[in-house]
C-alpha cells in the first residue's frame, strides 16, 4: 500500500507552483516580442489559459488523461476529480498530482498562442484551446504517461518534450497555416516591441522549468536531483551555441536569439532530463541549438507566418530533445529507462520516433479539425482593419500603454461627484 | 512650392511612406499627434474606470514639394491613407513664401529639390 512521503510531497508543492509561474514567463517572453499594439492580447493569450485550461483539467480532460482506460484514453473515474482526495497517488498526494499536473496543461496550450498572435480574436482562441485540452493534450498525456500505448511501448519522454513541446509545436505550424498570415507579415517591420519583457520571460521560463523538469521525478531524491541538473546545464551550452550561432552569421550577439536559445536548450533537455548524464546533458544542448536555429532562418523565407516560431523552438527543439533522448539515456543514471543508441541499444531510438511520429501526426490532425470546425461557427482571424488598429484595443478595451490624454472619464464614481459637490455647493451658494 | 500637411492614421504610416518613396518624395517631417476626426468613440475599461478616448492617436507629415511633386503626393497619399471609415485623416495643401536650405543657403524651388548625392570630391 502507497503511503505519502513528507519530502517528496513538500517538494511537489514547490515544482507545482514554479511550472505555474511559466506560463505567466511565457506571457511576457511572448509579449516583448510582439508589437505595442498588440502586447497585451498576447499576454492575455498565455494567462487565460490559467483560467479556462486549468477549468478544462479539473472537470474533464485530468480523468481523460490520467484515469485508469484504453491505451488510447483515460477512463471518466476521476470526471469532476471524483476520487481524487489526498490519498497517496505514488508518494504524494493525489490532489497534489492533479494539480501538478494541469500546470502543464495550461502552459501546453498556452505555448500554441504564440503561431497566431496579433491576429486571432480572442473568443476563438479561447474555445480554441479549451477543446484542445480535451482533444489533444489529454489524449496524448494519456498514451505517453497515463498508462497507454507509447507507455506499454517504452518511449522515453521524462517530462513532456513529446506530450507538451511535440505536440504544442506540431499544432502551433498547422494553427500558423490555418490562419493565414499577418497582413503586415513580409511586407513591413514587424520587431519585438519590448525585449526586456522577452529576457525576463526567458529568465522565469528557466526558473519554473526547474519544477517542470525537476518535479517530473514525481519525488526528492536523486532522481529529481539529476533532472535539475540537467536543466541548469543543457541550456548553458544552448545559450553558449546559440549566440556563436548568431555571432557568425550577424556579428553581433543578440538578446532575443540568447532568450531563445535558452528556451530551445530547456525544451530539448525536458524529454531526457531525468535519463541522461550531465555531460549528455550539455552535448544535448550544443546539438538542439542548431535545428531549430536554422529552422528559424529557414521559416521566416517562407509565408508560414509561424509568427513566434513556436514549431521551430518547440516542435524541432522537442523533436531533436525525444530523439536525442534515444542516443544518449542511460540505465546507470536512471534503472527505470532504458540505454540509448550510443548504449548499444539501437531499437530505443526507434521508438523514439515512433513516439515523436505519432504525437505530431495526431495534434496536427486534430488541430485541423478543431480550427475548422470553429471556423464554421465563427471567424477565427480579425478583420485587416482591426488587425491594423491592433488586438490590444479591439479584442479587450485595454492599452498596454496609456497615457489617458484625451480621454473623458465615462461614469465618474461616487466618490468622485461628492468630491466635485464638495468644491462647487459654497461657490453657488456665494453666487446666489 | 507648397506644403502639403497630411494628418493620417497610424497604422497607415507604413503605407503612406512606401507610395511616397515610389512617387519619389524623399523629404518629410512625421511626428505623433493627438486628433479627432469626428470617428466614432472609443470606450476603455481598467478596473472601475471607464473612459472615452477622444482624442485618436494620428500621425502628421509634413513635406515641402516643388509644383510639379504636389499632385503626385497628394495623390499618394490619398491613396495609400483610404480605409473608408471615418477617422482616415486630411490632407491640406499651403502655399509657401520662402524655404531655405539650411545647409547651403539655396532658396525656394532649389531648397525643395531632393539633393544631388555626393559622388565624388
Same mark, same amino acid.
Given at each position: 500500500?502507497?503511503?505519502?512521503?513528507?519530502?517528496?510531497?513538500?517538494?511537489?508543492?514547490?515544482?507545482?507552483?514554479?511550472?505555474?509561474?511559466?506560463?505567466?514567463?511565457?506571457?511576457?517572453?511572448?509579449?516583448?516580442?510582439?508589437?505595442?499594439?498588440?502586447?497585451?492580447?498576447?499576454?492575455?493569450?498565455?494567462?487565460?489559459?490559467?483560467?479556462?485550461?486549468?477549468?478544462?483539467?479539473?472537470?474533464?480532460?485530468?480523468?481523460?488523461?490520467?484515469?485508469?482506460?484504453?491505451?488510447?484514453?483515460?477512463?471518466?473515474?476521476?470526471?469532476?476529480?471524483?476520487?481524487?482526495?489526498?490519498?497517496?497517488?505514488?508518494?504524494?498526494?493525489?490532489?497534489?498530482?492533479?494539480?501538478?499536473?494541469?500546470?502543464?496543461?495550461?502552459?501546453?496550450?498556452?505555448?500554441?498562442? /504564440?503561431? =497566431? $498572435?496579433?491576429?486571432?480574436?480572442?473568443? +476563438?482562441?479561447?474555445? #480554441? %484551446? &479549451?477543446?484542445?485540452?480535451? !482533444?489533444?493534450?489529454?489524449?496524448?498525456?494519456?498514451?505517453?504517461?497515463?498508462?497507454?500505448?507509447?507507455?506499454?511501448?517504452?518511449?522515453?519522454?521524462?517530462?513532456?518534450?513529446?506530450?507538451?513541446?511535440?505536440?504544442?509545436?506540431?499544432?502551433?505550424?498547422?494553427?500558423?497555416?490555418?490562419?493565414?498570415?499577418?497582413?503586415?507579415?513580409?511586407?513591413?517591420?514587424?520587431?519585438?516591441?519590448?525585449?526586456?519583457?522577452?529576457?525576463?520571460?526567458?529568465?522565469?521560463?528557466?526558473?519554473?522549468?526547474?519544477?517542470?523538469?525537476?518535479?517530473?521525478?514525481?519525488?526528492?531524491?536523486?532522481?529529481?536531483?539529476?533532472?535539475?541538473?540537467?536543466?541548469?546545464?543543457?541550456?548553458?551550452?544552448?545559450?553558449?551555441?546559440?549566440?556563436?550561432?548568431?555571432?557568425?552569421?550577424?556579428?553581433?550577439?543578440?538578446?532575443?536569439?540568447?532568450?531563445? /536559445?535558452? =528556451? $530551445?536548450?530547456?525544451?530539448?533537455?525536458? +524529454?531526457?532530463?531525468? #535519463? %541522461? &548524464?550531465?555531460?549528455?546533458? !550539455?552535448?544535448?544542448?550544443?546539438?538542439?541549438?542548431?535545428?531549430?536555429?536554422?529552422?528559424?532562418?529557414?521559416?521566416?523565407?517562407?509565408?508560414?507566418?509561424?509568427?513566434?516560431?513556436?514549431?521551430?523552438?518547440?516542435?524541432?527543439?522537442?523533436?531533436?530533445?525525444?530523439?536525442?533522448?534515444?542516443?544518449?539515456?542511460?540505465?546507470?543514471?536512471?534503472?527505470?529507462?532504458?540505454?540509448?543508441?550510443?548504449?548499444?541499444?539501437?531499437?530505443?531510438?526507434?521508438?523514439?520516433?515512433?513516439?515523436?511520429?505519432?504525437?505530431?501526426?495526431?495534434?496536427?490532425?486534430?488541430?485541423?479539425?478543431?480550427?475548422?470546425?470553429?471556423?464554421?461557427?465563427?471567424?477565427?482571424?480579425?478583420?485587416?482593419?482591426?488587425?491594423?488598429?491592433?488586438?490590444?484595443?479591439?479584442?479587450?478595451?485595454?492599452?498596454?500603454?496609456?497615457?489617458?490624454?484625451?480621454?473623458?472619464? =465615462?461614469?465618474?464614481?461616487?466618490?468622485?461627484?461628492?468630491?466635485?459637490?464638495?468644491?462647487?455647493?459654497?461657490?453657488?451658494?456665494?453666487?446666489? | 512650392?507648397?506644403?502639403?500637411?497630411?494628418?493620417?492614421?497610424?497604422?497607415?504610416?507604413?503605407?503612406?511612406?512606401?507610395?511616397?518613396?515610389?512617387?519619389?518624395?524623399?523629404?518629410?517631417?512625421?511626428?505623433?499627434?493627438?486628433?479627432?476626426?469626428?470617428?466614432?468613440?472609443?470606450?476603455?475599461?481598467?478596473?472601475?474606470?471607464?473612459?472615452?478616448?477622444?482624442?485618436?492617436?494620428?500621425?502628421?507629415?509634413?513635406?515641402?514639394?516643388?509644383?510639379?511633386?504636389?499632385?503626385?503626393?497628394?495623390?499618394?497619399?490619398?491613396?495609400?491613407?483610404?480605409?473608408?471609415?471615418?477617422?482616415?485623416?486630411?490632407?491640406?495643401?499651403?502655399?509657401?513664401?520662402?524655404?531655405?536650405?539650411?545647409?547651403?543657403?539655396?532658396?525656394?524651388?532649389?531648397?525643395?529639390?531632393?539633393?544631388?548625392?555626393?559622388?565624388?570630391?
Amino acid at each position: 500500500m502507497a503511503t505519502i512521503n513528507p519530502a517528496d510531497t513538500a517538494w511537489m508543492l514547490v515544482s507545482t507552483a514554479l511550472v505555474l509561474l511559466m506560463t505567466p514567463a511565457l506571457a511576457f517572453f511572448y509579449g516583448g516580442l510582439v508589437r505595442n499594439k498588440n502586447s497585451l492580447n498576447t499576454m492575455m493569450m498565455s494567462f487565460v489559459a490559467l483560467g479556462v485550461v486549468g477549468v478544462t483539467w479539473a472537470v474533464a480532460a485530468y480523468s481523460l488523461a490520467f484515469s485508469e482506460g484504453g491505451p488510447f484514453l483515460g477512463g471518466l473515474a476521476n470526471i469532476g476529480l471524483q476520487g481524487v482526495g489526498t490519498e497517496a497517488k505514488g508518494t504524494i498526494p493525489h490532489v497534489l498530482f492533479m494539480a501538478y499536473q494541469a500546470t502543464f496543461a495550461i502552459i501546453t496550450a498556452a505555448l500554441i498562442s /504564440g503561431a =497566431v $498572435v496579433e491576429r486571432m480574436r480572442f473568443g +476563438p482562441y479561447v474555445a #480554441f %484551446i &479549451s477543446l484542445w485540452t480535451l !482533444l489533444v493534450y489529454a489524449p496524448v498525456a494519456h498514451w505517453v504517461w497515463g498508462g497507454g500505448w507509447l507507455m506499454t511501448l517504452g518511449a522515453l519522454d521524462f517530462a513532456g518534450g513529446t506530450v507538451v513541446h511535440i505536440n504544442a509545436g506540431v499544432s502551433a505550424l498547422v494553427a500558423a497555416v490555418v490562419l493565414g498570415f499577418r497582413k503586415d507579415y513580409g511586407r513591413t517591420a514587424v520587431i519585438p516591441h519590448n525585449v526586456p519583457f522577452v529576457l525576463l520571460g526567458a529568465g522565469l521560463l528557466w526558473f519554473g522549468w526547474f519544477g517542470f523538469n525537476g518535479g517530473s521525478a514525481l519525488a526528492a531524491n536523486g532522481l529529481a536531483a539529476l533532472a535539475f541538473t540537467n536543466t541548469f546545464l543543457a541550456p548553458t551550452a544552448t545559450l553558449v551555441v546559440w549566440t556563436l550561432l548568431d555571432y557568425f552569421r550577424t556579428g553581433k550577439a543578440t538578446a532575443v536569439g540568447g532568450a531563445t /536559445g535558452i =528556451v $530551445v536548450g530547456l525544451v530539448a533537455v525536458t +524529454p531526457a532530463a531525468g #535519463f %541522461i &548524464s550531465p555531460l549528455s546533458a !550539455l552535448i544535448l544542448g550544443a546539438v538542439a541549438a542548431f535545428p531549430s536555429y536554422f529552422m528559424i532562418q529557414l521559416r521566416s523565407r517562407t509565408r508560414i507566418d509561424d509568427s513566434l516560431d513556436v514549431f521551430a523552438g518547440h516542435g524541432v527543439g522537442g523533436l531533436t530533445g525525444a530523439l536525442l533522448t534515444g542516443v544518449l539515456a542511460q540505465k546507470v543514471w536512471n534503472p527505470a529507462g532504458s540505454d540509448g543508441l550510443l548504449f548499444g541499444n539501437p531499437h530505443q531510438l526507434a521508438v523514439q520516433a515512433l513516439a515523436c511520429l505519432s504525437a505530431a501526426a495526431y495534434a496536427g490532425i486534430m488541430t485541423l479539425v478543431i480550427l475548422k470546425g470553429l471556423s464554421l461557427v465563427v471567424s477565427l482571424r480579425a478583420v485587416p482593419r482591426i488587425e491594423g488598429v491592433g488586438m490590444d484595443v479591439s479584442q479587450h478595451g485595454e492599452e498596454a500603454y496609456a497615457s489617458g490624454e484625451g480621454s473623458i472619464l =465615462v461614469h465618474p464614481d461616487v466618490l468622485a461627484v461628492e468630491e466635485l459637490s464638495g468644491v462647487l455647493v459654497p461657490a453657488t451658494a456665494s453666487a446666489q | 512650392m507648397k506644403l502639403i500637411v497630411a494628418i493620417i492614421r497610424p497604422d497607415r504610416l507604413n503605407e503612406v511612406l512606401e507610395a511616397l518613396y515610389r512617387c519619389e518624395v524623399r523629404g518629410l517631417t512625421v511626428s505623433r499627434v493627438l486628433g479627432h476626426g469626428g470617428e466614432t468613440e472609443r470606450v476603455e475599461t481598467y478596473r472601475g474606470t471607464t473612459v472615452k478616448v477622444d482624442l485618436q492617436e494620428k500621425v502628421r507629415l509634413e513635406i515641402g514639394v516643388s509644383e510639379p511633386f504636389v499632385v503626385p503626393t497628394v495623390n499618394a497619399i490619398l491613396k495609400s491613407a483610404h480605409t473608408g471609415d471615418v477617422g482616415d485623416g486630411k490632407v491640406f495643401v499651403l502655399d509657401v513664401a520662402q524655404v531655405y536650405r539650411i545647409r547651403t543657403g539655396e532658396q525656394n524651388e532649389a531648397a525643395v529639390t531632393p539633393a544631388e548625392p555626393v559622388v565624388s570630391g
